[in-house]
Antibody, heavy 115, light 107 residues
Framework: QAQLQESGPGLVKPSETLSLTCTVS????????WSWFRQPPGRGLEWIAFMYYSGTTNYNPSLRSRVTTSIDTSKSQFSLKLSSATAADTAVYYCAKGSWKLDYWGQGILVTVSS | EIVLTQSPGTLSLSPGERATLSCRASQSVSNTYLAWYQQKPAQAPRLLIY???NRAPGIPDRFSGSGSGTDFTLSISRLEPEDFGVYYCQQYAGSVTFGPGTKVDIK
């Protein structure tokens, strides 16, 4: 069964780019869609994007202008970049397997946007 | 974008009681793309139900889902102490959206 692990800086300065990577093990990254979500402290879940190794992507319309995603099949990793970060982007970020049926999740990583 | 609302906001029940959680969509949702998740503090969400009524692997049969169109229900037949947490409904219709969640407190 798939195991996912998020990694990246826990602190990002305002106006800089938030960058995260999700490493997948126990499953083939080319066989499934992969997603990013976030959850501000004490609040609900927000979908960011999902992607397929072929290049197919789908982004949350409210974040589309700032989001870039990629997949590195050789490393079994997929990544998220969120530009022009503000305090409103402070959240626990999760990666997950799937596009709408998310059956495996990473443990989450807290990213704080602050100077 | 389809907006999901959930009720009640909080549900306080005793072990052994039945829990009924509601999810209402702003427009019709395909049955294929309606799911429920459980989230406990400091943990990632866990998939419970997909396709309205299909239990994910390893999910006890006390969890069941039903509904169609714009109204969906998650039922927990006999609450266990480990069932506390926040429950989210989620849909996919081009974009993925979640409801605001129902918190289940165990008395």
């Amino acid at each position: 069964q798939a195991q996912l692990q998020e990694s990246g800086p826990g602190l990002v300065k305002p106006s800089e780019t938030l960058s995260l990577t999700c490493t997948v093990s126990g499953d083939s990254i080319t066989d499934h869609y992969w997603s990013w979500f976030r959850q501000p402290p004490g609040r609900g879940l927000e979908w960011i994007a999902f992607m397929y190794y072929s290049g197919t992507t789908n982004y949350n319309p409210s974040l589309r202008s700032r989001v870039t995603t990629s997949i590195d099949t050789s490393k079994s990793q997929f990544s998220l970049k969120l530009s022009s970060a503000t305090a409103a982007d402070t959240a626990v970020y999760y990666c997950a397997k799937g596009s709408w049926k998310l059956d495996y999740w990473g443990q989450g990583i807290l990213v704080t946007v602050s100077s | 974008e389809i907006v999901l609302t959930q009720s009640p906001g909080t549900l306080s029940l005793s072990p052994g009681e039945r829990a009924t959680l509601s999810c209402r969509a702003s427009q019709s949702v395909s049955n294929t793309y309606l799911a429920w998740y459980q989230q406990k503090p400091a943990q990632a969400p866990r998939l419970l139900i997909y396709g309205v009524s299909n239990r994910a692997p390893g999910i006890p049969d006390r969890f069941s889902g039903s509904g169609s169109g714009t109204d969906f229900t998650l039922s927990i037949s006999r609450l266990e102490p480990e069932d506390f947490g926040v429950y989210y409904c989620q849909q996919y219709a081009g974009s993925v959206t979640f409801g605001p969640g129902t918190k289940v407190d165990i008395k």
